[in-house]
């Protein structure tokens, strides 16, 4: 199988050829490949698991034992598929599945699973096992779909790209959709390029195949379908002569709907070809399809997820998952954001993805980036291969631009991985320049990128100098992509050894921990026995020890923690804050509440009483936000309080931002409530929660 084009000159590009044919170029890629693999193995191994990993994993030993698909139905199979079947043969202890109450209890099942009923340290190091098998197959088949669509050097020097940058290296292990769902769409998009230039049938075959298992790992590879679709439109019908016939264009839109088909069919393969989540025909999910379709607040979109679901183009738990993937992703969730140092309400600036990945690259890759771009504008590189990548690049940067920052770079590993193929172009053609400048440029830009990110243990903390570094970061910063609960196994240690003896019980408010693996790691904290804990609980001024998440201690529209802010801790691991002492911490535990009080609500069996006990003291110390009002008055109005929940309700549109979206629901719900005396009004939806 021969390249499709490269625009060096023919005697460069034979030489190129002669000294890297595909026994040596495979031995290379094979070799940058494992030595991203240890490197990341190095600096993770002190990790614990993120908050989604206990999830994702518990899912995947039923999918793979069961063939039932009920729990965690938001993201589409394959990496809990994979990861599955190396832990469901190894004797994991599973419960009987049941039905469950919202998504808090179905996570909460799920790492009782992990940390209650396993050795859960012995399961992280099968899934790291598992994860690093999957992400490693990955990267080298980009490297083959980038020396199809390019060339090897171009290959190798976006294999290379990835292995250097932080971001991917911390993702390598993680039993996360992220990292395999942005190889898989930038492995997509270069075999468009074969795909739709040789119009065979391999090469199209291996597009669909790749889009089909992107379509299988996240939701955000549908961006990517459309893409695929558009690419392969435009190139049948706006074919040059002589391929210009109506026949031949009919004919190679065909073939691009034969792609797409292809594609839904490897999804649908994923979920065992059947249109329903679990054997039986009735739903089985946390909440039902319709009400995940209510959610979002579009009337377009609200269409597209109900024809999809009349028509049955995709299983009903790929439907929930893409309602639940627009309504958080897309329309973006009550999150307190902050971004460069500014308060935010659910996502920042505009400019906040572009930037984002500007800060989180080590600089030497943006300049290799740089270098790549100025090889695409000087023609230095494939036309028609540059056009596709970089329209790849700027469809889902505007999506990006569109959604909800909380996620950070981890939603915008996709262009990450796309970018690194420019960087490696940019790569292949300083090393393969006449001119020792730019050779020396693409030198100094790897050496620099190297000195700054590969010695860095713990690379999911990872800034590059533009902001000084991660010691810092966290007071800018408050995304996903600064931490997701990974250093609770040094909170553990800590506690243990610094807090326990003497029978303090510290307050915890590290944002990703599960409280199921609080208890597993034998941690106690301030609210874990509500009786014990009250008083302390309902003053606003705390005395004691505070285990707190640093990326909560930037400023935010609501529980924002002025008072340790500018505090200095008494210890600190990585982005995990430790302070002792007497702080004004009203806001910070009326956080905290919130947290427990959905514990209690959306549990198995839920206790209503703790639930508004928890609730009422929230907003007592800090009421600014509204949806902690409308929890609230939704607990008064399960208990029949309907004058209690009018005023709680009341309270929330008081607080609401000025945004229709977000008060509109609130006073038709006054309405309701206003005048029914039946006693018959639903819940409305709290707009923080997944």
Not at 593 to 601: G, H, K, N, T, V
Request: net charge neutral.
């Amino acid at each position: 199988m021969s390249d499709v084009s490269v625009s060096m000159p023919m005697e460069d590009e034979k030489r190129h050829r002669t000294k890297l044919d595909w026994g040596r170029f495979t031995v290379l890629l094979l070799l940058v490949v494992g030595g991203a693999i240890v490197r990341s193995a190095i600096a993770t191994r002190l990790d614990g698991f993120t908050i989604d990993e206990a999830y994702h994993i518990a899912a995947g030993v039923y999918y793979v034992r069961l063939g039932d698909f009920r729990i965690n139905p938001e993201h589409p199979p394959l990496v809990k598929l994979w990861v599955g079947s190396l832990i469901a043969p190894t004797g994991f202890r599973a419960s009987a599945l049941r039905y469950f109450s919202d998504k808090q209890d179905e996570r909460t099942f799920a790492e009782e699973d992990v940390y209650l009923h396993n050795d859960p340290d012995a399961v992280q190091k099968r899934a790291r096992i598992a994860m690093f098998a999957l992400n490693g197959l990955l990267l080298v088949a980009l490297g083959f779909a980038a020396r199809r669509a390019f060339s090897p050097g171009v290959a190798l020097g976006t294999i290379a790209f990835l292995a250097i940058d932080p971001t991917v290296a911390a993702h390598l292990p993680v039993v996360m959709t992220d990292l395999p769902v942005s190889l898989l769409c930038a492995s997509a998009v270069l075999l468009t390029i074969p795909a739709f230039h040789t119009w065979k049938w391999a090469d199209l075959a291996a597009c669909s195949a790749a889009l089909g298992l992107a379509l299988a790992a996240k939701h955000s590879a549908s961006v990517f379908l459309m893409f695929v679709f558009l690419t392969g439109c435009v190139r049948a019908f706006l074919a040059p002569a002589p391929d210009a016939q109506t026949s031949r264009r009919f004919s190679r839109f065909a073939m691009v709907l034969a792609v797409v088909l292809g594609a839904l069919s490897v999804l649908w393969t994923a979920y065992r070809l059947r249109y329903t989540e679990s054997p039986s025909s009735s739903e089985v999910f946390n909440r039902p399809l319709a009400d995940k379709i209510s959610d979002v607040r579009s009337p377009v979109r609200r269409a597209m997820l109900q024809g999809m679901r009349m028509t049955h183009i995709v299983p009903r738990a790929y439907i929930w998952g893409l309602a639940d993937t627009v309504r958080a992703g897309l329309e973006g969730r009550i999150i307190p954001i902050n971004a460069f140092g500014h308060a935010y309400i659910d996502r920042g600036p505009k400019y906040y993805f572009p930037a984002m990945i500007a800060l989180k690259l080590p600089i030497g890759l943006s300049i290799l980036i740089l270098i790549g771009l100025f090889a695409f504008a000087t023609r230095h590189a494939p036309p028609d291969a540059s056009s596709t990548v970089l329209a790849a690049v700027a469809l889902f940067m505007l999506v990006l631009i569109s959604g909800s920052t909380y996620a950070g770079i981890r939603h915008a590993l996709p262009v990450v991985v796309l970018l690194a193929i420019v960087g490696g172009v940019g790569l292949q053609f300083a090393f393969s320049s006449n001119s020792a400048l730019w050779k020396v440029a693409a030198g100094a830009a790897l050496a620099i990128a190297a000195v700054s990110a590969l010695p860095v243990i713990r690379p999911w903390e990872y800034f590059n100098e533009f902001i000084g570094g991660p010691g810092r970061a966290y007071l800018y910063f408050s995304d996903e992509g600064v931490d997701l609960g990974q250093r609770v196994k040094e909170l553990a240690a800590y506690y243990h050894r610094d807090v326990e003896p003497s029978g303090e019980v510290p307050f915890i408010f590290y944002g990703p921990i599960s409280e199921v693996e609080e208890r597993m790691r034998g941690i106690d904290w301030l609210g874990r026995v509500l009786d014990r804990d009250q008083s302390r609980l309902e003053s606003a001024t705390f005395s004691g020890t505070v285990i707190v998440d640093g990326r909560f201690l930037g400023k935010f529209p609501f529980w924002d923690n002025a008072a340790l802010r500018s505090t200095t801790p008494a210890a600190r691991f990585g982005n995990l804050l430790v302070f002792r002492g007497t702080c004004a911490c009203g806001p910070i535990l009326a956080g905290s509440l919130y947290q427990e009080s959905l514990s209690e609500i959306f549990a198995e069996k839920p206790d209503w009483t703790a639930a508004q006990r928890l609730l009422e003291q929230s907003v007592a110390l800090d009421p600014s936000p509204f949806f902690v009002h409308i929890e609230l008055a939704n607990v008064y109005l399960t208990q029949g309080q309907r004058d209690r929940a009018l005023h709680a309700y009341s309270d929330a549109l008081k607080y609401a931002p000025s945004d229709p979206q977000f008060r509109q629901p609130i006073q038709a719900q006054i309405q309701r409530v206003s005048i029914d005396t039946t006693g018959n009004i639903a819940p409305l939806r709290d707009p923080f929660l997944e």
